[in-house]
């Protein structure tokens, strides 16, 4: 069965350190997002990407971040200069159509910033 | 503002047996989404069940089963005869018609005893 897969699993960065954080999303969906989960949290959402522009975002999706699609498959959130505040797991999911459609999540990327 | 309320941080159930989990959101909209996802130790969340707030006959996925009450702004998940293997974090998530963003709740950590 088809997986949205990530990488790395897990990333140790400085602060003030900029990180881009990999997602394969499952190959015939249109819609990516990001989410995260700061420890004990409830899982955000940040972010929604179709037709290679953002489609919504939240008030946490700052001048900070940003997404790209850089190539057919790969979709990449960067984060350009890391805060403390930023360490969470950050999930990508995919799904196949528009807000009708389940979104199917990775196994995240535990980003820890020091 | 769109909220999910999970009440229940943790519940244990004995083997076979049957477990139910709480959920209530609070939304204005008509047109809406609701989802149950499933997170294991190994933190991939994976879909349990969905409903759509258009249909009134509660949705069933094999032994998992929910009750809608859309007036109640209700959203419990029953699992019947628990397996090792239900043993997760299960969240509770809202999406609005026309929307892209998934809403969570806190999470309830079900722990099923052999």
């Known amino acids: 069965e088809p997986e949205v897969t990530q990488t790395p699993s897990h990333q140790v960065t400085q602060m003030g350190q900029e990180v881009i954080l990999r997602c394969v999303p499952i190959?015939?969906?249109?819609?990516f997002y990001w989410y995260r989960q700061i420890l004990g949290q409830k899982v955000e959402f940040l972010v929604s990407?179709?037709?290679?522009?953002?489609?919504?975002k939240s008030e946490i999706f700052d001048d900070q971040f940003s997404v790209e699609r850089p190539d057919g498959s790969n979709f990449t959130l960067k984060i350009r200069s890391t805060k403390l505040e930023d360490s969470a797991m950050y999930f990508c999911?995919?799904?196949?159509?528009?807000?009708?459609?389940?979104?199917?999540f990775g196994p995240g990327t535990r980003l820890l910033v020091l | 503002a769109q909220t999910v309320t999970q009440s229940q941080p943790e519940m244990s159930v004995q083997e076979a047996e049957t477990v139910t989990l709480s959920c209530t959101y609070d939304?204005?909209?008509?047109?809406?989404?609701l989802f149950w996802y499933k997170q294991p130790p190994s933190r991939q969340m994976i879909l349990v069940i969905r409903?759509?707030?258009?249909?009134?006959q509660n949705a069933t996925e094999n032994r998992f089963s929910v009750n809608f009450q859309k007036a109640a702004k209700s959203f419990s998940l029953k699992i019947s005869d628990s397996q090792l293997g239900d043993a997760a974090m299960y969240f509770c998530?809202?999406?609005?018609?026309?929307?892209?963003?998934?809403?969570f709740g806190k999470g309830t950590k079900l722990t099923v005893n052999p």
């Open positions: 998530a809202y999406k609005p018609g026309g929307s892209e963003k998934l809403v």
């Open positions: 190959s015939n969906h249109l819609y």
């Open positions: 939304t204005s909209e008509s047109d809406y989404y």
């Open positions: 409903q759509e707030a258009y249909k009134q």
């Open positions: 990407f179709y037709n290679n522009e953002i489609s919504e």
């Open positions: 999911a995919s799904s196949e159509g528009d807000s009708r459609e389940t979104q199917y």
